[in-house]
Nanobody, 126 residues
Framework: QVQLVESGGGLVQAGGSLRLSCAAS????????VGWFRQAPGKEQEFVAA????????YYADSVKGRFTISRDNAKRTVYLKLNSLKPEDTALYYC???????????????????WGQGTQVTVSS
């Protein structure tokens, strides 16, 4: 079993930055792909970013490409999502998810992930 806990969300003005963390416990996640997803009120959950087990091959949604950066520190069992140049439309509950995978390409669909955190709220004011 893997438990995931997100942190780092908050209220920020447009143009500001945040760094979200996804800390894993229960077992090492060094062999897991990790993804970030978000869900705004009244909207469907959407893919934000994902990274493979080694930290290579990051993928981003077009809406965040160039603004968000996903990274991981397997020694700390933590995956990060740096959010820069935030926009009001980035406001959502952000979730991290994990799945054991040795593939170079991380999954991009939420249905492919087995473990989920409870989410951290990001609110961007205009």
């Amino acid at each position: 079993q893997v438990q995931l806990v997100e942190s780092g969300g908050g209220l920020v003005q447009a143009g500001g930055s945040l760094r979200l963390s996804c800390a894993a416990s229960g077992r090492s996640v060094s062999s897991f792909a990790v993804g970030w997803f978000r869900q705004a009120p009244g909207k469907e959950q959407e893919f934000v970013a994902a990274i493979n087990w080694s930290g290579r091959s990051p993928y981003y949604a077009d809406s965040v490409k160039g603004r968000f950066t996903i990274s991981r520190d397997n020694a700390k069992r933590t995956v990060y999502l740096k959010l820069n140049s935030l926009k009001p439309e980035d406001t959502a509950l952000y979730y991290c998810a994990a799945i054991m995978s040795d593939s170079y390409y991380p999954p991009l669909s939420p249905s492919e992930y087995a473990y989920w955190g409870q989410g951290t709220q990001v609110t961007v004011s205009s």
